[in-house]
């Protein structure tokens, strides 16, 4: 998750290519792209596929997780199937102006500098950022980072604000990764969502110790889609908005992440 211009436009172009004012990718639709969407009959929701329990692919090489079930069902009342597509996470905005997917279901933060170039639907859950070492590790405090090596997601906001920080950082592909390398040694601390972490951290999976971080705020993840497209960003939020009050979202975030996570 990104938060500086700078960031969002390397992230928007896929790479190593030069912005030249956002003129890479496309105009914003001229026409509302709904009814090209329902003549198709397919809604295509991109993601990383590399952050469990809210996306990843599983032993049948299927994605899965809570954004995946949110995005269907998104889909299933607008009448339309949907089609999932798993991308880098650093160049996920990048594919979107460029209309590979119509829409990003895969746990972005609404940021002011991403509300520049595209809009969100939502919010459809919370979280904040969360600064996690090995259980027993010297590192206990916020300060202690200074210096350590810190781990973070490419294109994540987190990556920037390690960097804003002046902490030595490695980067790495997704939630995995990080917490591998995290395990491993290789890293002394690991920067990400609370979530996640916290509940591989439940189901047992790593013995991790949290740091505090007071000055980390709640922050919405929002459905990303481009701009120019009143109608489409209404009839998702009318169908998010619907499951919210319906008792489906409390089913898909208990069966995904244990519990309510608006």
Request: net charge negative; charged share 25%.
């Amino acid at each position: 998750m990104m938060n500086t211009l700078n960031i969002l436009r390397r992230n928007v172009l896929m790479g190593s290519v030069a912005l030249m004012g956002l003129s890479f990718a496309p105009l914003a639709a001229s026409a509302d792209e709904l009814a090209d969407i329902q003549e198709r009959g397919t809604l295509k929701i991109a993601m990383s596929g590399q952050y469990p329990p809210f996306n990843f692919v599983n032993e049948q090489n299927e994605v899965v997780g809570f954004d995946p079930a949110i995005g269907t069902e998104i889909a299933k009342r607008m009448g339309l199937e949907v089609e999932i597509i798993t991308t880098a996470w650093d160049g996920i905005i990048g594919g979107l102006l460029a209309s590979k997917y119509d829409a990003v279901v895969g746990s972005m933060s609404i940021t002011e500098e991403r509300d520049k170039v595209i809009d969100f639907v939502g919010p459809y859950y919370s979280t904040k950022r969360a600064i996690f070492t090995k259980s027993g590790s010297d590192i206990t405090s916020v300060a202690d980072l200074d210096d350590a090596k810190v781990g973070v997601t490419l294109g994540e906001t987190h990556e920037q604000w390690a960097r804003d920080q002046g902490y030595n950082i490695n980067t790495y592909k997704g939630l995995p990764e990080l917490l591998l390398e995290l395990d491993n040694g290789r890293v002394d601390a690991i920067v990400n969502d609370s979530i996640p972490v916290m509940l591989a951290m439940k189901a047992g999976q790593y013995d991790l110790a949290t740091i505090d971080d007071p000055d980390a705020e709640p922050i919405g993840a929002g459905i990303a889609i481009r701009e120019g497209n009143p109608d489409l960003a209404a009839a998702m939020q009318k169908a998010l908005d619907e499951m919210m009050a319906d008792g489906t979202y409390l089913a898909i975030a208990e069966e995904w992440v244990g519990g309510d996570i608006r």
